[in-house]
């Protein structure tokens, strides 16, 4: 207990449960953080935040579209007024429409270059500008393994998450000067509601981990990636900034 006391952080993505921003935010609550979690989905993010209350913990919840440039200066704003800056930003809204490319259209790949890369972009900037207020922070931004090894139907999610990781490098060497620190974060399969709807699998015991490739033999939670997430919020990764952090049960060891 005790890892991000006396910590903000802001989480976007939090409302699908399961689900990693949601997963993350608790995880973070019960560390001590004071939580500012943001969706798209108001009646969502809004349970997020009321089950770390109900749990004792401190969270505001925000209706944001991460897509929104004017948005997210909305949104520094109430976590300013909230609670008096920002430590720690998880960049973790996405969406994934899995289609092969020869039949993906421009506005699909559109809509996911949007939400999954250029919204990272706002965040990050965004997240710097509130941090160098506070002497330092860290920057978490969720990429995926589709961002370093080629799958099928991932042609636009794939392009997204690759520019989330050789991004998050750029911005670390940029903000290092300010005490920022910027790391992704890859996961591979975790049951999730984005899963499932892409897969159609009902659960995570119907995720076929030799079809998928998976040397652990199973599907991951989101408190899987949600327990990295923490580290590189947490001041244990004080050294740790333009890494990326694969947690996919050695997927991407083969």
């Known amino acids: ?27 973070f609550a019960e560390e001590g953080a004071k939580v500012f979690v943001t969706d798209v989905d108001a009646v969502g993010v809004g349970a997020t935040a009321q089950a770390i209350r109900d749990a004792g913990g401190d969270a505001t919840a925000m209706r944001q579209d991460v897509t929104d440039e004017a948005g997210w200066e909305e949104v520094m704003a109430a976590v300013t007024e909230a609670y008096g800056g920002l430590d720690i930003c998880v960049n973790n809204a996405g969406i994934a429409v899995l289609v092969p490319i020869e039949e993906m259209t421009l506005a699909q790949w559109n809509r ?37 090894v080629g799958l099928q139907t991932c042609t636009a999610y794939a392009a997204a998450k690759g520019g989330v ?28 509601n984005m899963q499932a709807q892409a897969t159609g699998a009902n659960s995570a015991d119907d995720v076929d981990a030799s079809v998928m490739r998976i040397p652990l033999g199973r599907a991951g939670e989101p408190l899987d990636i949600a327990n990295c997430i923490l580290y590189l919020a947490s001041d244990e990764s004080n050294y740790v900034t333009g890494a990326e952090f694969v947690v996919d049960a050695g997927m991407t060891a083969q």
């Not at 939400?115 to 965040?123: A, M, P």
Request: charge should be positive.
């Open 165 to 192: 990781r050789i991004m998050g490098k750029a911005v670390a060497v940029e903000a290092a000067k300010y005490n920022i620190r910027c790391n992704s974060v890859h996961p591979g399969v975790i049951w999730t």
């Open 1 to 27: 207990m005790g890892r991000l006391d006396g910590k903000v952080a802001l989480i976007t993505g939090g409302a699908s449960n399961p689900g990693l921003g949601h997963s993350t935010a608790l995880r």
């Open 112 to 148: 996911q270059i949007e939400v999954n890369l250029t919204s990272v972009f706002l965040g990050c900037r965004a997240a710097i500008a509130a941090m160098k207020n506070r002497g330092g922070g860290s920057i978490i931004n969720l990429s995926s393994v589709a961002g370093l």
